[in-house]
Nanobody, 124 residues
């Protein structure tokens, strides 16, 4: 069964950077579209970014476009979220998600597997 473990969260000042990592195990990583979601306190979970099986196609939410980059290393079974120019409104628990998909494009949902989340706090 697929297991996802996020890491890399923490407390940073506005304008700073963090790199989140998600380790995938249990199945063949290259069969899965990967994505990042986030949930801020008191708010609903929202999509942040997604990446195709081969890593050649990505989706980014408008709120993070130009600041965040999603990537994957299929040799390491790992997906990353590089977060730059962080803002206080980026404060949230960030979740890694996976979806088995036969195609070569990104998929927005529904996602089948979820990690436990990693907390990101951005202070002014």
């Amino acid at each position: 069964q697929v297991q996802l473990v996020e890491s890399g969260g923490g407390l940073v000042q506005a304008g700073g950077s963090l790199r989140l990592s998600c380790a995938f195990s249990g199945r063949t990583f290259t069969n899965y579209v990967m994505a990042w979601f986030r949930q801020a306190p008191g708010k609903e979970r929202e999509s942040v970014a997604a990446i195709s099986r081969g890593g050649d196609s990505t989706y980014k939410a408008a709120s993070v476009k130009g600041r965040f980059t999603i990537s994957r290393d299929n040799a390491k079974n790992t997906v990353y979220l590089e977060m730059n120019s962080l803002k206080p409104e980026d404060t949230a628990v960030y979740y890694c998600a996976a979806k088995a998909f036969p195609g070569s494009t990104v998929v927005l949902g529904p996602y089948e597997y979820w990690g436990q989340g990693t907390q990101v706090i951005v202070s002014s």
